[in-house]
């Protein structure tokens, strides 16, 4: 008999609904900071869960070509979460589905395990996150062992999904810690809404196309700033596998032995390496950002994460005939290219190639920030 050490989870993104108050429009499809809404779900949600479905019941085509099982509601016509939630049960042999609606772009990384722990240390049949307010049942841990049950209470008539989920012995789980998990689009106008990644201290992005120069940029703008007592780190976003040291090096062949994080230290210099748990996942700066010692810096500057929500420094060079990011992108806040843009957007324009000025626009952005 082969024994299970941990309960298997599929992930659920309920894409289900008919968006009223959305004018009608497919909400997992609008785009937000340059992707569909759906996207930034399942990016949210892939590496926490054993397999992953998406609930919908319009516009399939563009929901498969994700590479995800999409499944429709299993009763006819449009009755809620509670429907996506029982068809994804009966569509998986996981003992427990995940779920999380499509238009909430900021699901925590920690979603399944702590409602997994939660419920487990507490003895009760299914979890409920919470944002310390109140409930947010359409974030759920649920055992798929009551899709009969559940079935049943759908075909009675019933729709609510808080009267069906305190039948059994509930966990809530609390979240008041990440409240930018629940935040969600309703309206069109919520849309329009900037949402900032929280910083502890000032945090521009240099957000561009490979090969305008970001790195060169970085290179002849950190001394400056550095000549200007400014205290600067630097979180770089790399596309590919990268190592920070060599085969044949200690550090590395005792890493690559099987240790999950490897320090080295010496008087002048200190590096940690650790393996990633989702190899696959792109990180989130959200995540990174607790590992700076930010009572020595000043300022931090982003290269790469195009899509976290922070202001950012759009380099743009014509001749590369690459379009500029910040039709897409509100929070692009500057352009910095090498030839005049007049009249092209409404944003303020520097030279790429004028150090002092950049570094007089960051000096700017930081008084603002902290004022």
Not at 235 to 261: C, L, M, T, V, W
Not at 354 to 359: E, F, L, N, P, R
Request: proline share 7%; with cysteine; glycine share 6%.
């Amino acid at each position: 008999m082969t024994v299970q050490p941990f309960p298997s989870v599929t992930g659920v993104i309920l894409a289900g609904g008919l968006a009223r108050r959305m004018g009608g429009d497919d909400k997992g499809l609008i785009p937000y900071q340059g992707r569909a809404m759906v996207r930034h779900a399942v990016s949210a949600m892939l590496p926490q869960v054993d397999t992953l479905i998406i609930n919908a019941n319009r516009h399939l085509e563009q929901y498969q070509q994700l590479g995800y099982p999409v499944v429709s509601d299993s009763i006819e016509g449009f009755h809620g979460p509670l429907a996506g939630m029982l068809t994804a049960m009966e569509n998986t042999q996981a003992d427990y589905i995940l779920t999380a609606p499509c238009d909430s772009p900021f699901i925590s990384p920690v979603l399944r395990q702590r409602m997994m722990e939660t419920m487990l240390m507490n003895g009760r049949e299914l979890a409920v996150a919470s944002d310390g307010d109140r409930l947010q049942p359409v974030f759920s841990l649920i055992p798929t062992r009551l899709k009969g049950e559940l079935r049943a209470f759908l075909e009675q008539g019933e729709r609510k999904i808080d009267r069906w989920l305190m039948q059994y012995k509930l966990a809530e789980v609390d979240f008041s810690d990440q409240p930018e998990t629940f935040v969600n689009f309703n309206h069109p106008e919520d849309l329009e809404q900037t949402n900032t990644l929280t910083a502890p201290l000032p945090m521009l992005g240099i957000a561009a196309f490979s090969g305008t120069g970001k790195t060169t940029l970085l290179t002849r703008l950190l001394p400056e700033l550095n000549q200007r007592g400014l205290r600067v780190a630097v979180i770089k976003h790399a596309h590919h596998n990268f190592d920070i040291d060599k085969p044949g090096k200690d550090s590395y062949e005792i890493r690559e032995a099987g240790a999950q994080q490897m320090l080295i230290a010496s008087s002048r210099m200190m590096a940690l390496m650790e393996k990633s748990d989702a190899p696959d996942n792109d990180p989130q700066l959200a995540d990174l950002l607790p590992r700076l010692e930010v009572s020595k810096l000043d300022l931090i500057l982003v290269e790469g994460f195009k899509h976290e929500p922070i202001p950012k420094l759009e380099l743009y060079r014509p001749s590369l005939g690459k379009p500029l990011l910040f039709r897409d992108d509100p929070q692009i806040i500057a352009i910095a290219s090498d030839e005049a843009l007049a009249g092209t957007h409404p944003l303020p324009e520097l030279n790429i190639n004028d150090i002092g000025a950049i570094a007089d626009f960051i000096e700017q952005f930081m008084h603002k920030w902290t004022a």
